[in-house]
């Protein structure tokens, strides 16, 4: 059963099928882009909690059987489901794969695509010399629609290069990476590249740590596919991805550092009392009494400063619609500091930016803080609704659990009958500093103002809560208020429960010539070491933030 399923895989290793691609004297990143577009996919990755954690990009290969994207954004902690989308809609579920090579970062999802209704793209193995060869990436852009981007497939680093650019461990064996070389790649990892015929030459990973997008050649993707087992696993089993690839954590195109600085600007613009321009006093013209100059009578007034009666000697003020901007600079933030090919001064001053909202809303006043609280109890309270989309609030720090395979930590809104939940890595460390022991981290109890984004609604052991990313997070003022609840419980399994699962003996070898290479081959081939252990994802490199200066006034001038 297992060596009729995976079959397919192996057997289009090398296929070169005609799938309506423009001849080399047409090469056209458009043309190629129509011809592909019914076998690239969008890999949505569910997370722990039944909601997206990631999405990449992806091709069918030879009949439509496997779908190839890239492994380290589909081996995370709990994730078990993959949904592939293509661009008419149609879409179809991955819960198995048939092979996960750590070398190359690729990992083959079996669907449950009819063949027959959509074609995969052919695979062809291709020489690139110094001179490099014309290639064009098609894929997702920012999650919301299928773009092409031309460029030229050059000699990339070695394996033992690769491991010191971005400080993972060398791999063994020696993969043929390649380097795309193009003015911007905004497509997610996982894309295919395809030469002037159409056919699959390449596969997009958007490396962490490398300047330029790396590729992997259709010739290591053929060997890896070649050496996988001949069992279909579940997506649990999945291996840890050696290489940190950025993946998307968020669809949507980020903002420009100029429309992210310009919401910035208006929600400091719009908290400044106008009465008093910020300063917390107004001049007023008192009347002291009167005098007589040539026989007249005048009326003697001085001028004294007063506490402003807009903003009670605060200088800031909570309008009506300041929520509204403050939750639209927070999803912003929360985007740019999350997309993957942000410049990291673009993240910087996002970071910066941010964290100094954060840090002056530890120190205002009262009022100010209320008003913040009644809105942001309002915006809570209508759950799901409209998500994603961006909050901020103050809350106070609860439990935290594993829950299927991942950890999390539990945040309670000031007087919200809606509880947060958020990866407890998340609150490790503020945002930019590396966590680990002697790392700030948010204490069990706790008080803490944060921000981000409102992903979804989800039921946990009967409670609603809702997940959200955070930007960052700043200790705030112990507050009162806090809705009771009933604390979540680890799901984690006790050592007892645990069946030892039974390997599963592999078929006898035999020979098969794959289509479209020459040599022969072994198949299935012998059996592999075990796979390690899943573990987590390396994290992006997060930029440092700025410390402020002693008696530097913070974003609202306090």
């Not at 056209?28 to 990631?54: F, N, S, T």
């Not at 929360?334 to 090919?341: E, F, N, Q, R, V």
């Not at 899943?534 to 930029?543: E, L």
Request: aromatic share 6%; hydrophobic share 40%; proline share 10%.
């Amino acid at each position: 059963m297992h060596l009729r399923a995976i079959h397919p895989c192996v057997a289009l290793v090398g296929l070169v099928a005609a799938v309506g691609c423009p001849s080399a004297a047409a090469f056209d990143a458009a043309a190629l882009r129509q011809a592909a577009e019914p076998g690239v996919c969008q890999v949505v990755v569910e997370g722990p909690l039944g909601l997206p954690i990631a999405f990449a990009s992806g091709f069918l290969m030879g009949k439509g059987r496997f779908v190839v994207t890239d492994l380290a954004s589909v081996a995370q902690p709990g994730a078990a489901k993959v949904t592939v989308r293509f661009g008419d809609g149609t879409t179809a579920q991955a819960v198995e794969f048939g092979m996960a090579d750590t070398t190359t970062s690729l990992v083959a999802l079996r669907t449950d695509v009819q063949k027959a209704d959509r074609p995969g793209l052919p695979v062809r193995a291709e020489t690139v010399g110094e001179e490099g060869v014309n290639a064009v990436a098609v894929g997702w852009q920012w999650g919301e629609s299928l773009a092409a981007t031309a460029g030229r497939l050059v000699p990339g680093p070695a394996a033992a290069d690769l491991a010191e650019r971005t400080g993972c461990d060398a791999v063994p064996g020696n993969p043929a990476f390649l380097t795309f070389l193009c003015p911007r790649c905004d497509l997610a990892t996982g894309a295919p590249l395809l030469g002037e015929d159409g056919a699959v030459i390449a596969v997009l990973l958007q490396v962490i740590g490398m300047e330029k997008p790396v590729a992997v050649s259709a010739s290591s993707v053929r060997q890896a596919l070649l050496e996988a087992g001949t069992n279909l696993q579940p997506l649990e089993k999945l291996p840890a991805a050696v290489w940190p690839t950025d993946f998307m954590v968020h669809t949507g195109r980020p903002p420009t550092p100029a429309a992210f600085a310009a919401a910035v600007r208006l929600v400091k613009r719009r908290s400044i009392c106008r009465q008093c321009k910020g300063t917390g006093t107004i001049t007023v013209r008192k009347f002291v009494g009167t005098r007589k100059v040539y026989n007249r009578i005048q009326r003697i007034y001085r001028e004294e400063l007063e506490t402003c009666p807009t903003c009670n000697g605060d200088g800031i003020v909570f309008p009506k619609d300041l929520y509204r901007q403050f939750g639209a600079m927070a999803e912003g933030a929360t985007t740019i500091l999350s997309a993957p090919g942000t410049p990291e001064n673009i993240r910087e001053a996002a970071l910066n930016n941010c964290m100094g909202v954060l840090d002056a809303l530890r120190q205002v006043s009262g009022s100010y803080r209320q008003a913040l609280l009644k809105h942001a109890a309002t915006d809570l309270g209508q759950g799901g609704a409209d998500c994603p989309r961006g909050f901020l609030t103050y809350a106070q720090v609860a439990e935290t659990v594993r829950l299927r395979g991942d950890a999390f930590t539990v945040l309670v809104p000031h007087d919200s009958p809606t509880p947060l939940i958020v990866n407890a890595d998340m609150l490790s460390g503020y945002y930019g500093a590396e966590g680990g022991p002697g790392a700030a981290a948010a204490a069990r109890g706790a008080w803490v103002v944060t921000g981000g984004t409102l992903v979804g609604p989800v039921s946990i052991q009967g409670q609603r809560l809702l997940f959200v990313r955070l930007f960052g997070w700043a200790p705030g003022p112990s507050l009162a208020g806090v809705a009771k609840r009933q604390p979540l419980v680890d799901e984690r399994p006790k050592p007892t429960e645990v069946a030892a699962a039974k390997p599963q003996p592999l078929p006898k070898p035999r020979a098969m010539p794959p289509a479209g290479f020459s040599e022969p081959v072994t198949w299935p081939p012998p059996e592999d070491e075990p796979a390690p252990e899943p573990r987590r994802r390396p994290r992006p490199p997060r930029p440092v933030r700025k410390e402020k200066k002693p008696g530097e006034p913070n974003f609202f001038g306090l």
